[in-house]
């Protein structure tokens, strides 16, 4: 099968493509390079510089590459500038994804697994957060992911397209070989900087927020390892296409670990100390965000397979001899 990987030379897009090259199927990246890192394709992949929103360029990777599937990952995902900047967001999260999608149509292209976020349940009052719960963004970076979902339903509904979003609570965690990573400019998430700050102790790490009404008064989040991602994009891929249906699924480990004990989890994996500080609270933030992925345990036979352990491993070996 030849899948097309938007934003696969991204953090989770090129993770994918590795995934997807070991199940002995066939990815084909389109990524403009704004975010990506040529360095983070694999070797012999077919690779298109350019824009999803390019549709005489789309038809004809679609044509040329016998396109059966997209995995849509290119988007753009720094919360606090969906913010500052939203035009940016609906600009690219949403009017460019329409553009996509109305050239997957036009080229029957009719099955779509889009990279949904947790975002989109905003700051939910409950222990542990499942499809049922309604969703409410708190940014413009969750209503621009919540906004393709409704565009995915009404598309699916009138044209038959098939796809199913997956919302991810925290992606983390790198290839097992070192061979690819995490690497933001700028670098925003925890774990990343919590291991640079072990590296190169001027790069102090901020907690922000002390004072959340969690155990330890620092945020709670679900991590969950980016092939433990991957995996569960074919798996949805395998059902919609089988069961000729659409569904959106929650994408987390079920455990919740605080901003302290992934600065604890670092020290153990590295056996160095993070500096870091408390600070104020960021913007947007969610005291507590677990994921409850019963709903892709059950339809999908989706289990993950990196611990907190083995997640934190494998970012730190990335960290260690990074190429990019
Ligand atoms: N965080 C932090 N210091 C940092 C970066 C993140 O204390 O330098 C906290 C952040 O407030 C959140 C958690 O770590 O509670 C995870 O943040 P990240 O940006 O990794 O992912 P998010 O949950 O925002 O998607």
């Given amino acids: 099968m030849n899948i097309l990987v938007t934003g696969g030379a991204g953090y989770i897009g090129s993770h994918m493509a590795r995934y997807i090259l ?9 990524d403009n390079l704004v975010y990506g890192h040529k360095e983070s394709l694999p070797p012999r992949i077919k690779f298109y510089r350019g824009d999803i929103a390019d549709q005489k360029l789309v038809s004809k990777i679609i044509r040329q590459e016998k396109i059966e599937a997209v995995m849509h990952f290119s988007a753009y995902a720094y919360v606090g500038e969906s913010v500052t900047n939203p035009r940016k967001y609906y600009e690219n999260n949403f009017s460019k994804t329409q553009k996509l999608l109305d050239t997957l149509l036009d080229n029957n292209v009719a099955h779509f697994i889009f990279s949904s976020t947790c975002a989109t349940y905003g700051a939910p009052d409950t222990k542990k ?14 209503f621009t992911k919540l906004a393709v979902e409704k565009m995915l339903a009404d598309y699916s509904q009138a044209y038959g397209l098939r796809y199913a979003a997956l919302r991810y609570f925290n992606a983390a965690g790198a290839d097992d070989d070192g061979a690819i990573g995490e690497a933001h400019a700028p670098e925003t998430h925890l774990i990343p900087l919590a291991l640079q700050s072990i590296l190169n102790p001027e790069k102090q790490l901020k907690i922000f927020g002390a004072d959340y009404p969690t155990p330890d008064g620092t945020c709670v989040r679900d991590y969950v390892h980016v092939y433990d991602l991957a995996a569960a994009h074919l798996q949805a891929l395998d059902y919609i296409a089988r069961r000729k249906t659409s569904d959106c699924f929650n994408l987390g480990s079920e455990n919740g670990y605080s901003v302290r004990e992934i600065i604890s989890a670092c020290e153990k994996a590295s056996g160095l100390k993070v500096n870091c500080q408390e600070t104020g609270r960021r913007a947007g933030d ?7 992925s ?3 345990h059950k339809i999908l036979g989706w289990q993950t397979s990196y611990d907190l352990e083995k997640i934190i491993a494998t970012a730190w070996q990335w960290e260690k001899h990074r190429r990019y």
């Fill in 22 to 30: 070991r199940r002995k199927l066939r990815p084909v990246i389109l």
């Fill in 129 to 142: 957060i499942s499809e049922k719960l309604p969703q409410n963004p708190i940014n413009p970076y969750g």
């Fill in 286 to 292: 969610p005291a507590y965000l677990v994921a409850d």
């Fill in 294 to 296: 019963g709903k892709a």
